[in-house]
């Protein structure tokens, strides 16, 4: 069985990671080295680093912080922030990374991720978005700049897009349930793999070890990500899988 | 010497970043002189059938790898890489491969619930109980793929179950492919890639 993949997701500014890593152990807490050689040892199956960084230079120390991972740490690696041209993906290819994450830029021009797939293939290319929920339209919306301003997209029309476009895995953040700790937006996720057959990593809103298993339980996306709940020591990965395989959830020990 | 087949494939550099980690001397080329002096062979691979056999036969190597199967040299081949050891692609259409390993490459079946490519991370079943099968017997490793290998069962050291029964290693004689990524896949994906160095130096041992 194709185990289902938990991902913590790191933010990178200028070569450090923000959000204020908690491990215990840890000398440096800001090192992407150390934090994600802690991640494989807890057995994440996957990591994610954003590019926060809001500087010209920033894709040189991004490029850098990605290489000295990748050297370190055997695992795949997904990689995004700001990320608009193909020789910013080919210079983070070969620095290991194994995925890029395309966000804004995808919906500013979907023929990005064309060229992605054709140049890397689908598998390399994951459609990054982040939806809201619009009552009143009774639909998830797609907001980019990292949430700060809405689309006028159906993320369910979006998602196909991208998809046909050669995206081999999506990536969604509820916008709503990030950061609430409420649980994952399980309705949103029905919807998407009920629309699109490539991989969906769920995103947003994961307090507590039952939001995993709620998530698997209720749709079939392939991974939960998170981040602060990792990070903080609220959750650590062994006790999410324990859970998860508990409950029938294949999982990789 | 381990010599990468170096080209222009897409995780090249994450297989020599992994050979680095362990301390194993390794360099990348395309240099059929340096291919076929290394002690051992790794072909690696990203990407489809056709276009890799084609990159291949841009620089000359498809005799050259097929010479270096043919003197019991040590060859590895991921992914795709593994698949191009094979016999014929059908991938964008039927191409030959190299044709060191009896057998062809089809597509993953489309089945409910089995999305393709079958990316992530699933687990081996050994069907031989060589130094490959052993290691990799009932873990889990990094697959990437939406087409896989047919070939006599004599030839198949593991398997994976995606719907149906994927060769994820094979292995006749000095070849050996993967169809996961061991340079992607944790702790038991670098002990996989000691291994073969292990295999080479009994090789070398043995010519001695």
């Known amino acids: 069985m194709l185990a289902k993949r938990i991902i913590p997701c790191l933010d990178v500014d200028h070569g450090r990671v923000k959000k204020g890593v908690n491990f215990v152990n840890l000398t440096d807490v800001g090192d992407p080295v150390a934090i994600a050689q802690a991640y494989e040892q807890q057995g994440a199956d996957e990591l994610v680093f954003l590019d926060i960084t809001a500087t010209n230079e920033k894709r040189k120390a991004f490029t850098d912080t990605i290489a000295a991972v990748a050297s370190q740490v055997f695992m795949p690696l997904t990689v995004g922030g700001g990320i608009n041209a193909l020789e910013d993906m080919q210079a983070l290819l070969k620095a290991g990374a194994d995925k890029i994450a395309l966000n804004s830029a995808a919906v500013h021009n979907p023929d990005l991720i064309r060229q992605g797939a054709e140049k890397f293939g689908q598998q390399c290319i994951v459609c990054a978005i982040d939806v809201r929920y619009q009552p009143e339209k009774d639909r998830y919306q797609v907001v980019i700049n990292g949430g700060r301003k809405p689309t006028d997209l159906d993320a369910l029309d979006w998602a196909q897009t991208a998809v046909s476009a050669g995206a081999g895995e999506l990536l969604v953040t509820s916008m709503d349930c990030d950061g609430t700790k409420k649980g994952f937006d399980l309705k949103l996720y029905q919807a998407l793999t009920a629309v699109v057959d490539v991989p969906i990593v769920a995103s947003g809103g994961c307090g507590q070890i039952s939001d995993f298993t709620e998530l698997f339980k209720e749709t079939t996306v392939d991974a939960g990500l998170a981040a602060s709940v990792f990070h903080f020591g609220t959750l650590t990965i062994p006790q999410v899988k324990a859970e998860l395989k508990q409950n029938e959830v294949p999982i990789r020990e | ?208």
Not at chain 2, 14 to 19: E, F, G, T, W
Request: proline residues 5%.
């Open chain 2, 1 to 208: 010497m381990i010599t990468v087949i170096d080209y222009d494939t897409g995780n090249t550099l994450n297989v020599k970043k992994a050979l680095d980690y362990l301390g194993i001397p390794n360099e990348l080329s395309a240099e059929p002189d340096k291919i076929l002096a290394a002690d051992g062979l790794i072909l690696p691979g990203v990407g489809a059938f056709q276009k890799a056999m084609a990159a291949l036969d841009d620089r000359q190597l498809i005799p050259v790898i097929q010479q270096a199967a043919n003197n019991g040299k040590p060859i590895l081949g991921i992914c795709l890489g593994m698949q191009l050891l094979f016999e014929t692609g059908y991938e964008f259409g039927t191409t030959a491969g190299l044709g060191i390993l009896p057998g062809s490459v089809i597509p993953i079946p489309k089945k409910a619930g089995f999305k393709v490519p079958h990316m992530g991370w699933n687990q081996n079943t050994a069907q031989r109980r060589n130094a490959f099968g052993t290691i990799f017997d009932q873990k889990s490793t990094y697959f990437v793929h939406s087409y896989y290998v047919q070939t006599a069962a004599k030839n198949i050291v593991a398997t994976t179950d995606y719907s149906v029964q994927i060769p994820s290693i094979v292995q006749q004689n000095n070849v050996i492919g993967m169809q996961f990524h061991p340079e992607k896949s944790g702790a038991v994906g670098l002990a996989g890639l000691k291994t073969f160095k292990e295999v080479i130096e009994d090789e070398r041992f043995s010519r001695n």
